[in-house]
């Protein structure tokens, strides 16, 4: 599988990215200390379990590097948990090499995004930084986007119950732009249904970065989950 890896990158990854090798789950947090790689790739297939542990850990100790997963499983569950750990991509085994290319503009997304989190954070961590020691913390507003009335009002209904969330209100997809330049949520809860759904998510995401959304579907599949996280979902909800 190395030995595919290598390849896969120097055919269609170019310069971008470059294997340094393969290593053992145990022996992860050494490597990276040593070797300091920006990205590290974490193959689910044989040990799952053990490999979602991985992810977890390189999150935590060094988060300033990017993830990726990859499985010839489709279990969309294990793909929704190794996203909810923080991973930038999941690919299949059997479309690595048609996935690549865009996986590393995710790479290079997620390399700023780090980029800008660590500026600010030295901003704010400066002598004389104008932010308050006391923050008001506010409920956040949640634009619920389906065709679906009755289950519009259900999640809204849901919504109501969380302390740090309020509704605002229910749209149809037609209208969710309009509603969202309107009322500038915090949260965008989209019923998935459709691929027109998908494109709204994509639409949203680059038109309004600092939105965060949520999709949900009674019939998700390991291939949709996977489109949702990479248009920029920030979770998936059956």
Partial sequence: KLHEIEQLLHECAGDKLQCEGLVRPEEVVKTIERNQPEVVWVDLTNRPIRALSVIATCRQRFPSISLLASGDDHDHLLMRTAYRL????????????????????????????KKKQLERKTTLSKPGSTSSSVAVVEALSVLIVTDDKTKGEEISALVQTQSRLKSSGVVDCRKAMERLRLLKPKIVWIDVSSDSKLELLREIRKSYPDCKLIASSETPDFALLNECFRAGVADFLD
């Fill in 86 to 113: 923080g991973v930038v991509d999941f690919m299949e085994t059997a479309t690595w090499k048609s996935d690549l290319p865009e996986t590393v503009g995710r790479i290079d997304a997620d390399r700023i995004e």
